[in-house]
């Protein structure tokens, strides 16, 4: 037997699965040509000293993918009716907030300085509607063809959830579980074992992290893994106030944390007040139980010795 709320809810189904197929995005241009200044900035910011990337030979790396159509503050021309059509009934519907949850990358051939890049973007696929932790809502899923000139270089599928945020109750509201896929899935796994896993490249035993499914250094899609000695220092950090979240207590500090193996790693900086952290406070590694089916690592305080 189905209730008038299970009608209405139905009815918003049919609707939202009515846009799947339909463009998000037409004839978008990058704002940009490929460039090697954006390409510096951005080995800069992620410590990627491939001379690939560099001289007069040099291609962009391949994650930069999404870079070249951002539309920036002042958006993109290319933005289609249906896809605002789209966010309006979810916002009808009670879906007014939204958060990104994951993207999906594939390359086909690397983009050149001097590259003009276009793009096309449906939406590939509406959810029925899912209870999360944030409440409840529907995951949309755009998937962007980028091409240069009539060739296609690469796709890039991102993913949202607009969700209706959840009443608060009385208990903390759970941590938000992290997004694990075949790339990660590894590091996900030797934290639930109490291990900190660092990839190693088999071919020049670069270490990288975040886990990629290639080394940024040579090219080797080849690896294995060192466990990390747990020590580090803040490299770098923010202090998080807002927005509020029913998880989180801001403000909080979140660090960027430079372990003694060489690599950076991104998490909670804890046993110290927030406005005690410093850049270069000595830390060292713990894993803290959030629930029975959630460890994270994170990084206390200690004193120097």
């Not at 990288?208 to 250094?217: E, M």
């Amino acid at each position: 037997m189905h209730g008038k709320g299970a009608t209405v809810s139905d009815d918003l189904g049919t609707r939202l699965k009515a846009y799947e197929g339909r463009p998000a995005a037409v004839a978008g241009v990058g704002k940009d040509l490929v460039n090697t200044p954006m390409i510096r900035h951005w080995c800069e910011a992620m410590g990627d000293t491939n001379p690939a990337y560099t001289g007069p030979d040099a291609v962009a790396p391949p994650t930069m993918l999404q870079v070249w159509t951002m539309g920036g503050l002042s958006g993109h021309t290319g933005r289609t009716e249906p896809y605002d059509e789209l966010l309006a009934l979810l916002d009808e519907a009670g879906c007014t907030s939204v958060v990104a949850t994951d993207c999906e990358q594939e390359y086909l051939r690397p983009l050149r300085p001097g590259d003009e890049v276009t793009f096309d973007a449906v939406i590939e696929s509406v959810s029925q509607r899912k209870t999360t932790k944030l409440g409840a809502g529907h995951f949309v899923t755009t998937r962007m063809d980028v091409r240069v000139g009539a060739e296609l270089v690469g796709t890039h599928r991102f993913r949202i959830l607009k969700y209706a945020p959840a009443a608060p109750g009385r208990s903390r509201a759970p941590r938000p579980r992290p997004v694990v896929n075949r790339d990660n899935a590894g590091f996900w796994e030797g934290v639930e074992r109490r291990r900190l896993l660092i990839q190693r490249c088999a071919g020049c035993a670069a270490l990288r992290f975040p886990w990629l499914p290639g080394c940024n250094a040579c090219g080797s899609p080849d690896w294995d893994t060192v466990e990390a000695s747990g020590d580090g220092t803040v490299y770098s950090y923010v202090v998080m106030h807002h927005p509020p979240f029913p998880a989180f207590d801001p403000p909080y500090a979140v660090g960027l944390i430079e372990l003694t193996e060489g690599v950076r790693m991104i998490s909670n900086v804890v046993g110290v007040p927030y406005d005690k952290v410093r850049i270069g406070l000595p830390v060292r590694l713990e894993f803290q139980e959030c629930d029975r089916e959630l460890v994270l690592p994170v990084f206390r305080a200690r004193e120097e010795a």
